[in-house]
Structure formats: structure tokens, C-alpha cells
């Protein structure tokens, strides 16, 4: 008897199953070179407000915590308040003339460069960003939808 017709008669489902399970085992694991854990550039993590919560035109301390890897000094922060309301339209989180370069229009202020700043806070933070209403819609009553301007 050959040896093809003696393997094909031994061979049974059991064993498929066997050969597939030892093939499945014995797959590559991938590598990765990314640690995301790893601190390779200066991050950002937070900035404190000194008082935590204040009132229109009072003062507030700013502070920033930023990440450096090791052996490096944490770099001097550009603090900027954006007095631009987010239109209703806009689907991302801030107004895009946030993210703009100061064109001198008023929607950006620097408030200066460091590891801190101190600011005050604009008259109008609390029609800008709640809880009142906008001056043009101030003499609305509630539930009225807004004109469009």
C-alpha cells in the first residue's frame, strides 16, 4: 500500500479540527512602536483658575500644568480669551474665529505669556457664555423664537 493512500485513509475531522486549532496558535503577534505612556513633548494637561469661579469684571489667576519629559523645562504658555460666541450653526465645539490668528477684530485678547497669567473678566462673559441672555435678545420673552439679524 502507498503512503498517499495510507495518510488519506487515517486522515479524519478530528484531526482538520487539530491542524487548524495548531495553525490558529501559532499566528504572528504584531509589535507595536507606539507607547502612548511615554512622554516624548511638552503637553498641555490643564489650566487653573484662582478663584475657581468669580464674577464679571473681577480678577482670576490663570495657571497652566504642563508635561515635560525628563530633563526638560516646561515651556512658557500663550495665554488668550475668546469673546466670540459660538453661532447655534456651528457644529464643532468653539467659534472658528477662536482658532484664528488675532486679526485685531476683538474675538481674541491675549491676556500675556508664562507659566501664569492674571485677567479679568469681560462685563459681558455672562451673556456671552449663560447664564443670561444676549442684549439683543434681553427684551424677548421666553419661548420667542430670535429675529434674524
Known amino acids: 500500500m502507498s503512503d498517499r493512500l495510507l495518510l488519506s485513509l487515517?486522515?479524519?475531522?478530528?484531526?482538520t479540527v487539530l491542524l487548524g486549532l495548531l495553525a490558529s496558535t501559532s499566528g504572528c503577534v504584531?509589535?507595536?512602536?507606539?507607547?502612548?505612556?511615554?512622554?516624548?513633548?511638552?503637553?498641555?494637561?490643564?489650566?487653573?483658575?484662582?478663584p475657581a469661579e468669580t464674577q464679571p469684571q473681577k480678577q482670576v489667576t490663570l495657571t497652566a500644568l504642563v508635561a515635560v519629559p525628563e530633563g526638560q523645562q516646561a515651556p512658557a504658555v500663550d495665554f488668550a480669551v475668546c469673546l466670540a460666541r459660538k453661532p447655534l450653526t456651528e457644529l464643532g465645539p468653539v467659534n472658528p474665529l477662536c482658532l484664528a490668528p488675532?486679526?485685531?477684530?476683538g474675538a481674541v485678547v491675549g491676556l500675556g505669556r508664562g507659566a501664569s497669567a492674571t485677567a479679568t473678566l469681560d462685563k459681558?462673559?455672562?451673556k456671552l457664555f449663560g447664564p443670561l441672555r444676549?442684549?439683543?435678545?434681553a427684551e424677548m420673552?421666553?419661548?420667542?423664537p430670535p429675529t434674524p439679524t
Open 10 to 15: 487515517c486522515w479524519s475531522p478530528a484531526a
Open 134 to 137: 444676549p442684549s439683543r435678545w
Open 30 to 50: 504584531p509589535e507595536f512602536d507606539t507607547d502612548l505612556s511615554q512622554l516624548t513633548e511638552p503637553r498641555l494637561l490643564a489650566i487653573s483658575s484662582s
Open 124 to 126: 459681558d462673559v455672562c
Open 141 to 144: 420673552a421666553p419661548g420667542d
Open 102 to 105: 488675532d486679526d485685531g477684530s
